[in-house]
């Protein structure tokens, strides 16, 4: 039965894409997604496992252009390279393709050509934040030292990507940190029991198990400082995938986060599936002097993943979250958008049925200047009667409304993981990669 996992095998370019509705007249520049796509006959035992494939989508003068293309071309296909297949980012005038276990593939924004690793070295997972009142890019890396290694390494490029700041520090354990927080002034990343079980390498499992019994860590550390002052805070033995936002106020640094009472897709160490609820948005908060635990507060009941927010203000105060969320518990997947308005405690919801399949919301501003949280949404939606995916455009103020606009897509998009609307650029379908 076909769903919206299974990769698509065509690398395809098309113009004046057909347009359900009116686009947005200031919503000028191109949407890149990511995610894993195994070539045909490449055997992938995990589905985090495939080759990278970036779906781009450029808009502008109320028309859409699409292509697709492997990250890595078949010819320049190695181990070093990783699969590049979890996230895509623009940083310093290039676009990156990012995962978890290696350096940034480097692509050309206009028309996604491979660059390689460039000058880029080391491990380089897939959530680096921008901050957005330097430009800079701070990054971090686990298992840094090798595979199932305790080592975590943090660092920032400058605007220009340069190297400015690079520090290491040892975890209790090997972690799978996929996400961390990111201040004007501290990197905080929970060091959470989703942790390497070698014995567990072979197969589907990527060697990390749920362990429950190491318990959970937050460290905090200053952005600019030797690893060595890292501070350790206890938190909930629980896990967490992916991070909304973190700011400090009154000498207290505040994460907000998506978290799991056990994590889906991965065994206990001794191959037991757990059954895994949605995750549920929490806030965590610890003071920025001592070492006190983690304090928690839930945030709603509402479940769903890939958070996301209007980026402007990342590492500030903030009211709204955008997410994808599920038309029920029992369902897989995810079928929704959701505006969570932390300010009121209250949602936002558009549905778009049982047998849907949404991509995380990126919120786009309605301009330079606009207020906080005035702006689009933009996902990607397949339903199983449909041809292809389609983009959808959504006022983000009124996502229960639905759609303000939607572009027909030539095939699939496949479920991903994650990706950037990058303005005032756009693809030059003339330039072949």
Known sequence: MLNNRNPVYREIDAACLPIEGRLPPGLQGTLYRNGPNPRAGEASQHWFLGQGMIHAISLGGGQATYRNRWVIPQENLTPQLGKANTHVIAHAGTLMALEEAHAPVLLGPDTLAFHGHGSMTGRFTAHPKHDPATGALVFFAYAAGGRHTRTIRCGSLDAHGHLAWETCFEAPFCSMVHDAAVTARHIALPVLPLAAAPALDEGDTLGFAWQPELGGHLAVLRRGAYGSEVRWHEAPPVHAFHIANAWEEHDRLFLD???????????????????????????????????????????HDMAGEFPRIDDRHAGGSYDQIYYASRSGVEQVGFQAITRLDLSRGAIDQFDFGLAASVSEPVFVPRGDDAPIDDGWLMSTVWRPEWAGSKLVVFDAGHVADGPVAAVILPQRVPDGFHGSFVPDVFLDLEKSR
């Open 257 to 299: 986060l998506f978290v799991y009472d056990v994590p889906p897709l991965f065994p206990t160490p001794g191959g037991v599936r757990v059954k895994a609820a949605p995750a549920r948005p929490c806030r965590w908060s610890v003071a920025l002097e001592g070492r006190e635990p983690v304090r928690v507060e839930h945030l």
